[in-house]
T-cell receptor
Framework: DAGVIQSPRHEVTEMGQEVTLRCKPI?????LFWYRQTMMRGLELLIY????????DSGMPEDRFSAKMPNASFSTLKIQPSEPRDSAVYFC?????????????FGPGTRLTVT | GENVEQHPSTLSVQEGDSAVIKCTYS??????FPWYKQELGKRPQLIID?????GEKKDQRIAVTLNKTAKHFSLHITETQPEDSAVYFC??????????FGQGTTLQVKP
């Protein structure tokens, strides 16, 4: 398996633009997580899905952020409109159902810069 | 909700020395405690984990201990090497799959 795949790896955009980050989880994994990492706030969970259904979105900063998982092999995180404070590395991770093992496998991340 | 505190935020040791990173958690129902290592510019990767029914687990030079009564757990790295230099994150989880991460410890191993 290729592991968790994220695209793009780097994104530079201007304030006010829409940004869409993409993730393909490991095949067979039931859980998908979106994290944001910054120096100031560390590694924050934004939202996670179980079997394509959002379970906990309490970490989503505000209405400008939205996430979808239309099928088991694809998820998106959208920011509209983007702001400079959204600059961060965004990680997607996936895992099997907790009863079988908790390890979360992280993707390579998307480094987002909003100017 | 669950909260995880991690100390120290930075740690510098001489090659060959031991390093210890400590974490405390708030929710006594948490039952899974992984440790992730993140090298500069890379993704976090699991290095060791422990479940609440176990007090200690060891894998070569790394070990994790868990004290459920005190609600704290620690990562021990012995005979540190320069390649151990990285940021280490502890985390805690209830039986939901959701991990709550500590703030991270930057470990520097000086040759």
């Amino acid at each position: 398996d290729a592991g968790v795949i994220q695209s793009p790896r780097h994104e530079v955009t201007e304030m006010g633009q829409e940004v869409t980050l993409r993730c393909k989880p490991i095949s067979g994994h039931d859980y998908l997580f979106w994290y944001r990492q910054t120096m100031m706030r560390g590694l924050e969970l934004l939202i996670y899905f179980n079997n394509n259904v959002p379970i906990d979105d309490s970490g989503m900063p505000e209405d400008r952020f939205s996430a979808k998982m239309p099928n088991a092999s694809f998820s998106t995180l959208k920011i509209q409109p983007s702001e400079p404070r959204d600059s961060a590395v965004y990680f997607c991770a996936s895992s099997l159902y907790p009863g079988q093992g908790y390890e979360q496998y992280f993707g390579p991340g998307t480094r987002l810069t909003v100017t | 909700g669950e909260n995880v505190e991690q100390h120290p935020s930075t740690l510098s040791v001489q090659e060959g020395d031991s390093a210890v990173i400590k974490c405390t958690y708030s929710d006594s129902a948490s039952n899974y405690f992984p440790w992730y290592k993140q090298e500069l510019g890379k993704r976090p990767q699991l290095i060791i984990d422990i479940r609440s029914n176990v007090g200690e687990k060891k894998d070569q030079r790394i070990a994790v201990t868990l004290n459920k009564t005190a609600k704290h757990f620690s990562l021990h790295i012995t005979e540190t090497q320069p390649e151990d230099s990285a940021v280490y994150f502890c985390a805690a989880s209830l039986n939901t799959g959701k991990l709550i991460f500590g703030q991270g410890t930057t470990l520097q191993v000086k040759p």
